[in-house]
């Protein structure tokens, strides 16, 4: 079965520190990925998606990801964050042949002032 | 306005009550979904629809039932709900290419 791994259950990290959240996925076939944010009290919404092309994918508020095959891997990077970015991040993939999407644990980021 | 909307956003009920959530769509996307959270665990898929007429099972759908009413309506029923039943709900909608989901505000259910 398809799983998504997120290594990191929780991330402290000073303001203006670099951060980076760790996605692994198992799958040898070709793969749609996706990274969500959920803020407090709120429903999760797209942060970046790598559908295909090149690896490394920018998104909304300074982030992005890349999209590593050899190591079915797709982290999400920062160079510094916000207090703002204190959230739960979610990372997903979809198989290209597959009709469901399956979501990682989660990582909760907070920033630390 | 929201594109995905949730009802009731928060609901307290008692063991063995029947309870509806409900999740209207404006984003035109025949595809929705209902998603359980469980702290550490993540969003799980409870069930899903494809369009009006076609309505599967996702991994945890014991307990649960859902209805497609119409392509913008679709809501899941927790016919005798129980405390494990306690989580917040989200329902969402994603497109027939990539799945990109768009999810509504959830919906926080606690069972005594």
């Known amino acids: 079965a398809q799983s998504v791994t997120q290594l990191d259950s929780q991330v402290p990290v000073f303001e203006e520190a670099p951060v980076e959240l760790r996605c692994n996925y198992s799958s040898s076939v070709s793969v749609y990925l996706f990274w969500y944010v959920q803020y407090p009290n709120q429903g999760l919404q797209l942060l970046l998606k790598y559908l295909s092309g090149s690896t490394l994918v920018k998104g909304i508020n300074g982030f992005e990801a890349e999209f590593n095959k050899s190591q079915t891997s797709f982290h999400l990077r920062k160079p510094s964050v916000h207090i703002s970015d204190t959230a739960e991040y979610f990372c997903?993939?979809?198989?290209?042949?597959?009709?469901?999407?399956?979501f990682g644990p989660g990582t909760s980021l907070s920033v630390i002032p | 306005d929201a594109d995905v909307t949730q009802t009731p956003r928060n609901r307290i009920t008692k063991t063995g009550k029947r309870i509806m959530l409900e999740c209207s769509q404006t984003k035109g996307h025949d595809r929705m979904y209902w998603y359980r959270q469980d702290p550490g665990l993540g969003l799980r898929l409870i069930y899903y629809?494809?369009?009006?007429?076609?309505?599967n099972k996702g991994e945890i759908s014991d307990g649960y039932s859902v209805s497609r009413q119409a392509q913008a309506k679709f809501s899941l029923s927790l016919e005798s709900a129980i405390p494990n039943q306690t989580a917040l709900y989200f329902c969402?909608?994603?497109?027939?290419?990539?799945?990109?989901?768009?999810f509504g505000p959830g919906t926080r259910l606690t069972v005594t």
């Open positions: 629809s494809f369009d009006v007429k076609d309505i």
């Open positions: 969402a909608t994603s497109d027939t290419t990539y799945y990109e989901q768009y």
């Open positions: 997903a993939v979809r198989k290209t042949s597959y009709d469901k999407v399956i």
